[in-house]
Nanobody, 128 residues
Framework: QLQLVESGGALVQPGGSLRLSCEVSAFRLDYYAIGWFRQAPGKEREGVSCISSSGGYTYYADSVKSRFTISRDTAKNTVYLQMNSLKPEDTAVYYC?????????????????????WGQGTQVTVSS
């Protein structure tokens, strides 16, 4: 059964760093693009970053460019989101999800509708 499990969320001070993990099971990472999304209270879920199934393409939302880095370890079947210089506005529940569309080998996006399977989320709180 396809499953995604996020971990690494925590309470961190502004300017701090966190690394989120998305461990996937029942499929290989090179079958799907993986996206990271976040949802703050009262707001819509938004795309943060993604990596294509080939690993050759990455996407970042403007709000996180130069601060967040997506990567993957195919041996561990895990995708990471390194988050640096965290701001209070980064506070949200972070989710990872799979994109199995035809373009997923070459391209991915932060559009929620492109993604089908989702993890349960991990809470990130940035506060002093």
């Amino acid at each position: 059964q396809l499953q995604l499990v996020e971990s690494g969320g925590a309470l961190v001070q502004p300017g701090g760093s966190l690394r989120l993990s998305c461990e996937v099971s029942a499929f290989r990472l090179d079958y799907y693009a993986i996206g990271w999304f976040r949802q703050a209270p009262g707001k819509e879920r938004e795309g943060v970053s993604c990596i294509s199934s080939s690993g050759g393409y990455t996407y970042y939302a403007d709000s996180v460019k130069s601060r967040f880095t997506i990567s993957r370890d195919t041996a561990k079947n895990t995708v990471y989101l390194q988050m640096n210089s965290l701001k209070p506005e980064d506070t949200a529940v972070y989710y990872c999800a799979t994109d199995n569309s035809q373009h997923a080998y070459y391209y991915c996006s932060g559009d929620v509708v492109e993604y089908d399977y989702w993890g349960q989320g991990t809470q990130v709180t940035v506060s002093s």
